[in-house]
């Protein structure tokens, strides 16, 4: 007789799984190779930027004071005492009536207060030496880039768990990280189960088909943040895959396999849950697709059975691994960036369940649009192309129309949602 599930709505079996997620180890990695990674600490300023006050103009720098009789009528003329670049500090004491000629990103000599642009001077040499003079008078702090505007000195900066990107990457180097503290790459075993599955360089032959959840499971990995360690694929037969899964479970942090999780007479995976004295979480959830996805925990390690069926597969991977994946890499916003969008084309079909729709998000003049990316059945692996985003339509609901508001979660934005 075939055995009967009770399906579990979609957010009580995230949350059974997050249970078992916790943060992973750290490890540090030379800046250059820090992109892509995400930070095991927080990243603080150890120093105020800019560290000195400095110029933001080529110009001269200047004692406020002595302008302040300046006019159109009367320029105050000014002494031009020394040149200073970029890296370079100024050696005379600057007194009345005299200039520094100051380029940008120079350090604002001791006894001025302000800067003036060389386009608002007037330059010129007499009896062997230089001056400028200036029609206008200026305020002490003109044109000046003050010391810790940018940041002070003890102030976070970017967050633990923060995805390193260009910019951060940046930050990194102006506080002096030469070497960073990143979270280290969960390692996900991956295993294609099936009979019909052929390698991606073997011709098609009769009931048989390519393999693509593995590459597609390897793919999502790498996207959300793991390293995947693809152990290949096994045929429908018990005892090899408990051999294989029995032998692999030790080098790995999560285990995923695809396919046979359902209620087949090939679909070994409940009867290897039970033989490895797994504990299963659930088995059925009330979700399309994805329906079949079971997950299991031994000693705390996560088995992720995820459907055969390759949409169901991949939705699957987005909201049951990628959350375990993320925490362990320190992050507070583990879950898929979550937001609304207005629907662009009618979506009839009722859903019984929640219905994760593989969807694109466009915006247009401020707003965000999304509209559905291919036929909506749990085998169909053409519309992964084009998705970014799952459109999400909860349970109970008769169909939804063109212009109607609807949740959306992106895939690929490094945010992430807190819940
Ligand atoms: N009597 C029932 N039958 C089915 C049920 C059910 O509740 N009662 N659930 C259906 C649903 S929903 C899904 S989803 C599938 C899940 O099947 P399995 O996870 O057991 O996966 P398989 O049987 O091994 O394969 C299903 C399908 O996917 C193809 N496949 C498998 N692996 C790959 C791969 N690596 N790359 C590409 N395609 C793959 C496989 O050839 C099958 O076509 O069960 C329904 N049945
Ligand atoms: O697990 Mo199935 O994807 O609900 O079609
Ligand atoms: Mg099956």
């Given amino acids: 007789m075939v055995e009967k599930r009770t399906p579990i709505p979609v957010m009580e079996a995230i949350q059974k799984v997050m249970k078992f997620a916790k943060e992973g180890e750290a490890e540090v990695v030379p800046l250059e190779e820090a992109y892509g990674r995400y930070l095991a600490e927080n990243l603080q300023a150890d120093h105020d930027v800019p560290p000195f006050d400095r110029s933001p103009y080529d110009g001269?720098?200047?004692?406020?004071?002595?302008?302040?009789?300046?006019?159109?009528?009367?320029?105050?003329?000014?002494?031009?005492i020394e040149t200073i670049g970029a890296g370079q500090v100024a050696t005379k004491e600057v007194g009345p009536f005299q200039a520094v000629r100051i380029m940008t990103g120079a350090q604002i000599p001791n006894d001025c207060?302000?800067?003036?642009?060389?386009?608002?001077?007037?330059?010129?040499?007499?009896?062997?030496?230089?001056?400028?003079?200036?029609?206008?008078?200026?305020r002490p702090g003109d044109n000046i880039s003050f010391q810790g505007e940018d940041t002070k000195k003890g102030e976070v900066l970017v967050e633990k768990g923060t995805f390193i990107n260009p910019g951060v990457q940046a930050l990194l180097a102006t506080f002096g990280y030469a070497k960073v503290k990143v979270a280290k790459k969960p390692k996900i075993g991956i295993f294609a189960t099936g009979s019909e599955l052929l390698d991606v360089s073997e011709p098609l032959a009769p009931g048989k088909i390519r393999n693509s959840n593995a590459y597609m499971i390897q793919a999502q990995a790498i996207r959300s943040g793991a390293t995947p360690v693809y152990f290949g694929k096994l045929a429908d037969d018990a005892d090899q895959c408990f051999a294989a899964i029995e032998r692999v479970l030790h080098e790995v942090d999560i285990l995923i396999t695809t396919g046979g999780v359902s209620v087949g007479d090939y679909d070994y995976l409940p009867v290897i849950y039970e033989r490895l004295g797994a504990e299963v979480l659930f088995n059925k959830i009330a979700m399309r697709p994805g329906s079949v996805t079971t997950v299991a925990q031994i000693d705390g390690k996560l088995l992720f059975g995820l459907s055969g069926n390759p949409s169901a597969c991949y939705v699957g991977y987005e909201l049951f691994v990628r959350p375990v994946i993320r925490t362990m890499l320190y992050s507070s916003k583990p879950y898929l960036y979550k937001t609304k969008a207005t629907l662009l084309s009618d979506f009839p079909k009722p859903n019984p369940f929640t219905r994760f729709v593989r969807s694109y998000v466009s915006a247009k003049e401020g707003q965000l649009y999304v509209s559905p990316v291919g036929m909506d059945k749990s085998n169909i692996v053409t519309s992964l192309a084009k998705a970014n985003a799952l459109?999400?339509?909860?349970?109970g609901t008769r169909g939804f129309a063109k212009g109607d508001l609807v949740d959306v979660w992106l895939l690929e934005n490094e945010k992430g949602s807190a819940q």
């Avoid at 200047?62 to 002494?79: G, K, T, V, Y």
């Avoid at 207060?113 to 200026?138: C, L, P, W």
């Avoid at 459109?391 to 349970?395: A, E, F, Q, S, T």
């Fill in 60 to 80: 001269f720098a200047i004692r406020a004071a002595d302008s302040a009789l300046a006019s159109l009528e009367h320029p105050i003329e000014f002494e031009v």
């Fill in 113 to 138: 207060d302000a800067v003036v642009m060389f386009e608002v001077t007037n330059e010129y040499e007499r009896d062997g030496k230089t001056y400028m003079s200036i029609k206008r008078s200026f």
């Fill in 391 to 395: 459109m999400v339509l909860p349970g």
